[in-house]
C-alpha cells in the first residue's frame, strides 16, 4: 500500500511542468529591492489599509526568505501577497511568461456565487450549474482563498477579485499549483449527485474560445442564436451603443469602457442621445457592468447627459513624489511626466507631499443642454472600475438613477490613478505597473464603511437557478419594475 502511494506522489510530481526560471539570491534581492523601492517613493497612500511598521516586517521577512532556490514566480509570488495587503486597484503586477499557461491551462469556465465556484458552460459532460467541490485534492474554498491575492482590488472590495478571478482561474491557479497536464475534478451537479471527472489540460485559445459560451453573459436572455456576435455587441465591444425596449418605452445604453478617444466618445454620445429622444424613450438602462474605466472626462461626459444640475467628483488629487522613482526600470508612461506632475502640483506644497483641492474638470462637470429627462437606472458590479466607478458615484451622490447590482470594484472614498508608470524588473522580467496620484471623492453619504467599492441602491447578483437559466438578473429586475 505504502510502495503504490509512494508511485501516485511521483506520478503527481512528473504531471506537474516545472517551466519556473531559478534566480540567485543576488538577482532576486536586486528586484525585490527595485520593487520596494517604487513603493516606498511612489506609492501616494502605501500606509492607508496596512501599519507602516507591519508593511516594513513584510518587505524584511520577504528579503529574509530570499535564497538561491528562489524561482521567478516565487518572487512574483512573494510580491503580490505585499501588494495585496496595499489594496490598490491600480497597483498591478503581471509574472513573467515561464509557466506554460499557453498549452496548459484550466479547461472549465467558472463563475463564482457566494464564494462558491459553478460551471458556467456545459462543457465535458457537466451541467451548467454544478458545484466545484475539490480540484486535484484541494478544497475549492482554499483554493479561492489562496488566489484572491493575484486580484488587485481597492480596499476590501471582494466583487471585483471575485470577477477577475473567474476570468482568470486557469492563470491564477497555475501560478499558485504550477502547470498541469491533467485536472481531476470532484463536483456537485444542480440535482445533487457528487461525481469526479479527470480532464486533460487544454490550450488556452481553446479555453478562451470557449469562454464566450458563459450563460452568465445572458445572451439567451436577449434571444440571441450567436454566440460569438452576441459576445463580440455586448461584452468586448468598447464603442457605446444602444438598443431598445419599445413595448415599454426603454432604452438601454451599453459603456463597457471609457477607454476610447474623448472627442469620438463624446460625437458618439450626441447622436446616441439624439436617437433616443427621437424615440420618444421614458426610461434609460445604463450598463455599466463590464466597464473597469478609462478616461475620466468620458466619464463625466456621460453624466452630464443624465444630470440636471452642476456636479463635482473629487476633492482633492495628492502625489508623494514629482518625479518617477526607478526611472531607469520604467518602460512607459502615458502622459509626461514634467507637464502632470511637476507643472500639476509643484505649486501646491504640503507635508510630505502634494496636494490639489480643486478640480480642473470642474467647468465641464454641467448638464448637456438636449440631456436626457426620463427616469434612469444604472447596472453596476465588480468589474465596474476606475472612471466607471467614479461616474457611478456621481450617481450616487445626487440621487439622479437608481444604481443596481453589486458593489463596484472601484472605491467609494479613494483611488489611486492618473499617472501610471509601467516597469519591468530587470532580472525576473517581472511587470509592475503604479499609478501615482492619490484621489480622494467627494461623497454626500459617510456611512459606508472604509474600503468599500460603491453601494448599489439596490442590491441584486447572480443566483444559481439565474445562471443555469441564463438570466440576466438585473435588467429582468429593471424591466419588471418598469412595467410596474
Do not use: C
Given at each position: 500500500?505504502?510502495?503504490?502511494?509512494?508511485?501516485?506522489?511521483?506520478?503527481?510530481?512528473?504531471?506537474?511542468?516545472?517551466?519556473?526560471?531559478?534566480?540567485?539570491?543576488?538577482?532576486?534581492?536586486?528586484?525585490?529591492?527595485?520593487?520596494?523601492?517604487?513603493?516606498?517613493?511612489?506609492?501616494?497612500?502605501?500606509?492607508?489599509?496596512?501599519?507602516?511598521?507591519?508593511?516594513?516586517?513584510?518587505?524584511?521577512?520577504?528579503?529574509?526568505?530570499?535564497?538561491?532556490?528562489?524561482?521567478?514566480?516565487?518572487?512574483?509570488?512573494?510580491?503580490?501577497?505585499?501588494?495585496?495587503?496595499?489594496?490598490?486597484?491600480?497597483?498591478?503586477?503581471?509574472?513573467?511568461?515561464?509557466?506554460?499557461?499557453?498549452?496548459?491551462?484550466?479547461?472549465?469556465?467558472?463563475?463564482?456565487?457566494?464564494?462558491?465556484?459553478?460551471?458556467?458552460?456545459?462543457?465535458?459532460?457537466?451541467?451548467?450549474?454544478?458545484?466545484?467541490?475539490?480540484?486535484?485534492?484541494?478544497?475549492?474554498?482554499?483554493?479561492?482563498?489562496?488566489?484572491?491575492?493575484?486580484?488587485?482590488?481597492?480596499?476590501?472590495?471582494?466583487?471585483?477579485?471575485?470577477?477577475?478571478?473567474?476570468?482568470?482561474?486557469?492563470?491564477?491557479?497555475?501560478?499558485?499549483?504550477?502547470?498541469?497536464?491533467?485536472?481531476?475534478?470532484?463536483?456537485t451537479t444542480p440535482g445533487g449527485q457528487d461525481k469526479s471527472i479527470t480532464l486533460a489540460a487544454e490550450s488556452f485559445v481553446k479555453v478562451k474560445f470557449r469562454n464566450v459560451k458563459r450563460n452568465s453573459y445572458f445572451s439567451k436572455f436577449h434571444l440571441e442564436k450567436s454566440e460569438m456576435g452576441f459576445f463580440k455587441k455586448f461584452i468586448t465591444n468598447k464603442e457605446p451603443f444602444v438598443y431598445y425596449?419599445?413595448?415599454?418605452?426603454?432604452?438601454?445604453?451599453?459603456?463597457?469602457?471609457?477607454?476610447?478617444?474623448?472627442?469620438?466618445?463624446?460625437?458618439?454620445?450626441?447622436?446616441?442621445?439624439?436617437?433616443?429622444?427621437?424615440?420618444?424613450?421614458?426610461?434609460?438602462?445604463?450598463?455599466?457592468?463590464?466597464?473597469?474605466?478609462?478616461?475620466?472626462?468620458?466619464?463625466?461626459?456621460?453624466?452630464?447627459?443624465?444630470?440636471?444640475?452642476?456636479?463635482?467628483?473629487?476633492?482633492?488629487?495628492?502625489?508623494?513624489?514629482?518625479?518617477?522613482?526607478?526611472?531607469?526600470?520604467?518602460?512607459?508612461?502615458?502622459?509626461?511626466?514634467?507637464?502632470?506632475?511637476?507643472?500639476?502640483?509643484?505649486?501646491?506644497?504640503?507635508?510630505?507631499?502634494?496636494?490639489?483641492?480643486?478640480?480642473?474638470?470642474?467647468?465641464?462637470?454641467?448638464?448637456?443642454?438636449?440631456?436626457?429627462?426620463?427616469?434612469?437606472?444604472?447596472?453596476?458590479?465588480?468589474?465596474?472600475?476606475?472612471a466607471a466607478s467614479s461616474f457611478a458615484l456621481n450617481a450616487k451622490n445626487d440621487k439622479t438613477a437608481i444604481l443596481i447590482g453589486e458593489e463596484t470594484g472601484g472605491g467609494y472614498y479613494q483611488f489611486q490613478g492618473q499617472f501610471p508608470v509601467y516597469y519591468e524588473l530587470p532580472n525576473s522580467k517581472i511587470t509592475m505597473v503604479l499609478s501615482m496620484v492619490k484621489v480622494e471623492n467627494y461623497v454626500?453619504?459617510?456611512?459606508?464603511?472604509?474600503?468599500?467599492?460603491?453601494?448599489?441602491?439596490?442590491?441584486?447578483?447572480?443566483?444559481?437557478?439565474?445562471?443555469?437559466?441564463?438570466?440576466?438578473?438585473?435588467?429582468?429586475?429593471?424591466?419588471?419594475?418598469?412595467?410596474?
Amino acid at each position: 500500500m505504502k510502495k503504490n502511494l509512494f508511485l501516485l506522489s511521483l506520478l503527481s510530481i512528473a504531471n506537474i511542468l516545472n517551466a519556473q526560471k531559478k534566480m540567485d539570491s543576488l538577482a532576486a534581492m536586486t528586484d525585490f529591492q527595485i520593487f520596494e523601492n517604487i513603493l516606498k517613493k511612489g506609492h501616494p497612500s502605501l500606509y492607508e489599509y496596512i501599519r507602516q511598521d507591519s508593511l516594513d516586517y513584510l518587505f524584511r521577512d520577504t528579503k529574509e526568505s530570499i535564497g538561491n532556490h528562489t524561482s521567478d514566480i516565487d518572487l512574483y509570488k512573494s510580491m503580490v501577497t505585499i501588494t495585496d495587503k496595499i489594496k490598490d486597484g491600480h497597483l498591478l503586477l503581471f509574472a513573467p511568461n515561464t509557466i506554460k499557461t499557453e498549452q496548459y491551462y484550466f479547461p472549465l469556465i467558472l463563475k463564482i456565487i457566494n464564494a462558491d465556484f459553478y460551471t458556467d458552460t456545459d462543457d465535458f459532460g457537466i451541467p451548467i450549474g454544478s458545484k466545484i467541490n475539490t480540484i486535484n485534492t484541494h478544497d475549492a474554498a482554499n483554493i479561492l482563498e489562496h488566489l484572491k491575492k493575484y486580484a488587485a482590488t481597492d480596499g476590501y472590495n471582494l466583487t471585483r477579485k471575485y470577477r477577475d478571478i473567474e476570468l482568470k482561474f486557469g492563470l491564477f491557479y497555475a501560478y499558485e499549483y504550477g502547470s498541469t497536464k491533467e485536472f481531476k475534478i470532484d463536483y456537485t451537479t444542480p440535482g445533487g449527485q457528487d461525481k469526479s471527472i479527470t480532464l486533460a489540460a487544454e490550450s488556452f485559445v481553446k479555453v478562451k474560445f470557449r469562454n464566450v459560451k458563459r450563460n452568465s453573459y445572458f445572451s439567451k436572455f436577449h434571444l440571441e442564436k450567436s454566440e460569438m456576435g452576441f459576445f463580440k455587441k455586448f461584452i468586448t465591444n468598447k464603442e457605446p451603443f444602444v438598443y431598445y425596449r419599445d413595448e415599454i418605452k426603454t432604452a438601454v445604453l451599453v459603456v463597457n469602457s471609457f477607454g476610447i478617444d474623448v472627442r469620438k466618445f463624446k460625437s458618439s454620445l450626441i447622436s446616441i442621445f439624439k436617437e433616443i429622444k427621437k424615440k420618444k424613450s421614458k426610461h434609460l438602462i445604463i450598463d455599466i457592468r463590464n466597464n473597469d474605466g478609462g478616461f475620466k472626462p468620458n466619464a463625466i461626459h456621460l453624466y452630464s447627459f443624465i444630470t440636471e444640475k452642476p456636479f463635482k467628483q473629487i476633492l482633492s488629487e495628492y502625489a508623494i513624489s514629482l518625479t518617477v522613482p526607478e526611472k531607469e526600470y520604467a518602460t512607459r508612461t502615458f502622459l509626461n511626466e514634467k507637464d502632470f506632475l511637476t507643472d500639476k502640483f509643484k505649486n501646491h506644497p504640503v507635508y510630505d507631499g502634494w496636494k490639489l483641492t480643486f478640480d480642473d474638470l470642474e467647468a465641464i462637470m454641467v448638464p448637456e443642454r438636449n440631456r436626457f429627462e426620463g427616469k434612469v437606472y444604472v447596472l453596476i458590479g465588480g468589474t465596474t472600475f476606475s472612471a466607471a466607478s467614479s461616474f457611478a458615484l456621481n450617481a450616487k451622490n445626487d440621487k439622479t438613477a437608481i444604481l443596481i447590482g453589486e458593489e463596484t470594484g472601484g472605491g467609494y472614498y479613494q483611488f489611486q490613478g492618473q499617472f501610471p508608470v509601467y516597469y519591468e524588473l530587470p532580472n525576473s522580467k517581472i511587470t509592475m505597473v503604479l499609478s501615482m496620484v492619490k484621489v480622494e471623492n467627494y461623497v454626500t453619504d459617510h456611512t459606508i464603511p472604509k474600503g468599500s467599492g460603491v453601494p448599489p441602491d439596490q442590491y441584486i447578483s447572480l443566483s444559481i437557478e439565474d445562471l443555469i437559466k441564463g438570466k440576466d438578473p438585473l435588467l429582468d429586475y429593471v424591466f419588471r419594475l418598469i412595467k410596474g
